[in-house]
């Protein structure tokens, strides 16, 4: 009798585990294992020329075959930057220590941390279930969004939108929702760019899509006097303002 060969694909339940998170989570904390030049030079570029970072992320993957980062230092030093931002508000406005400590970890936890948790594990399961081209043989190796690379996706997103909005102050209401407006549109274009760089991925313009509604959104708070400014400081420093 004739050997077959099996066209079934494996099942995840006999994939080896991916020893990258692991890794990823312990270099946390040896600074000097981090590239620090190389962060700062790529959250410069995501303020000026995103496009050339992707083309990075093309380099990276062909070099440690990964879409993801391997160095936590975006992470370690976005979150240092928020942190180091939130107290300067704290100090400005806040009524008490106790409070100021708490909106510094909710800042982190919430709005960066578990935010860009839900917002990666939700554009992974998306990407991963209906974006993916069909292998047009078998032979083709199948890939798939990491989740790391979606997280980091995520980061690079947030990073000039913290620029643009935790580095203002108090200013009128057109002013503040054009930068609103700018800064949530400039997220969903870098979205769009960390996963249209993925060669396996199709329609990926779907992550244009939140641009309109931001575009839709901003004259109608324009009109009704919004000011997400001030909403939002509203929000931690109600007993001051």
């Not at 760019?193 to 244009?208: C, H, K, S």
Request: proline residues 6%; charged residues 10%.
């Amino acid at each position: 009798m004739l050997p077959t060969v099996s066209k079934t694909r494996p099942s995840s339940s006999t994939s080896r585990p991916n020893p990258m998170f692991p890794q990823y989570l312990r270099r946390i904390v040896k600074w000097q294992q981090m590239d620090i030049e190389y962060t700062f030079w790529q959250m410069l570029h995501l303020c000026t020329a995103p496009k050339v970072v992707y083309q990075h992320t093309k380099y990276h993957k062909q070099t440690k075959n990964q879409w993801a980062r391997d160095d936590p230092a975006f992470v370690v030093i976005c979150s240092l930057l928020l942190a180091v931002a939130t107290v300067a508000y704290c100090a400005a406005y806040d009524h008490s220590a106790a409070h100021a400590v708490f909106v510094v970890i909710s800042v982190l936890l919430f709005h960066f941390l578990l935010a860009g948790v839900f917002l990666a594990t939700s554009c992974w399961s998306l990407t991963n279930a209906y974006l993916r081209e069909e292998a047009p043989n078998s032979h083709v190796v199948e890939q798939r969004v990491e989740w790391l690379y979606a997280f980091d996706v995520h980061c690079n997103s947030f990073f000039p939108m913290f620029v643009m909005l935790y580095a203002h102050g108090f200013i009128p209401v057109l002013l503040s929702n054009l930068l609103f407006m700018v800064a949530a549109s400039y997220y969903h274009y870098l979205n769009f760019l960390g996963y249209d760089v993925l060669p396996f991925l199709e329609r990926t313009t779907f992550f244009l899509y939140p641009i309109g509604v931001v575009i839709v959104l901003s004259p109608i708070l324009i009109l009704g006097g919004f000011n997400p400014s001030r909403y939002f400081m509203n929000i931690y420093f109600s007993q001051r303002l």
